[in-house]
């Protein structure tokens, strides 16, 4: 359980970053 919910967390994050760094570089 506590494996999935960090892949979870990790795919949810991934995205949220990537836009930050979009949002942060424009």
């Known amino acids: ?3 999935m ?3 979870k ?3 949810v994050q991934e995205p ?3 836009a930050s760094c979009l ?3 424009v």
């Open 9 to 11: 967390v990790f795919v």
């Open 16 to 18: 949220v970053v990537a």
């Open 23 to 25: 949002i942060a570089g």
């Open 1 to 3: 359980m506590g494996v």
């Open 5 to 7: 919910e960090r892949l």
